[in-house]
């Protein structure tokens, strides 16, 4: 799966996935989507972004999830 709109530069954030070489890491818009924070609050919080982005960086963690498996701790 191809991202355009994710970038890894070693020399920005420290390697950290980030939106069109944005300083803004994807892990924070997933986080913030995950918080329940809406699309366009995410929007009016970071102008630089656009919708595209944030759909783009649910399909990205997405995909890294689905790379490895995660252990999972049983309910009791």
């Known amino acids: ?9 070693p020399n920005q ?16 818009v997933v986080g913030m989507v995950a918080e329940g924070i809406s699309e366009n609050d995410i929007l009016l ?4 972004l656009q ?4 759909r783009e960086a649910l399909r990205y963690a997405a995909e890294a999830v689905r ?3 995660l252990p999972l701790v049983p309910t009791p």
């Open 1 to 9: 799966m191809k991202f355009s709109r994710i970038t890894v530069d």
């Open 13 to 28: 954030m420290g390697g950290v996935p980030c939106i069109r070489g944005l300083r803004i890491p994807v892990a924070t």
């Open 45 to 48: 919080s970071y102008p630089d």
């Open 51 to 54: 919708a595209e982005d944030i």
């Open 67 to 69: 790379e490895r498996e």
